[in-house]
Nanobody, 124 residues
Framework: QVQLVESGGGSVRSGRSLKLSCVAS????????VGWFHQSPDTEREMVAT???????YYADSMTGRCVISQDSAKNTVYLEMNNLKATDTAIYYC??????????????????WGQGTQVTVSS
């Protein structure tokens, strides 16, 4: 089992930045990819960015250029730095982790573990 704990959320004005953290504990050798998702009351949970243990990164089109996902393997921590935040970025941000697998004709992170989420509120 892997436990994930997010932190770093809060309330900010539009145009500002936030850096979220996700700390993994437990059987961390089980996982080799970690992603950040967001979900607002009006939307489904959507992937924001994913990072593989190799360091390769993937971003949703809506966030490309406005966020950076990174990792500190020694601390079992993955970060999501978001810049130029907009009111539409208001959501709960979740960290998820799993194994990189070939599923439905493509490679993707098969997320098995989820954190409890951290709220990000952006006011205009």
């Amino acid at each position: 089992q892997v436990q994930l704990v997010e932190s770093g959320g809060g309330s900010v004005r539009s145009g500002r930045s936030l850096k979220l953290s996700c700390v993994a504990s437990g059987d961390v050798e089980e996982i080799n990819c970690v992603g950040w998702f967001h979900q607002s009351p009006d939307t489904e949970r959507e992937m924001v960015a994913t990072i593989r243990r190799s360091g390769r990164t993937y971003y949703a089109d809506s966030m490309t250029g406005r966020c950076v996902i990174s990792q500190d393997s020694a601390k079992n921590t993955v970060y999501l730095e978001m810049n130029n935040l907009k009111a539409t970025d208001t959501a709960i941000y979740y960290c998820a982790a799993g194994r990189w697998r070939y599923i439905s004709d493509s490679y993707t992170c098969d997320y098995q573990y989820w954190g409890q989420g951290t709220q990000v509120t952006v006011s205009s």
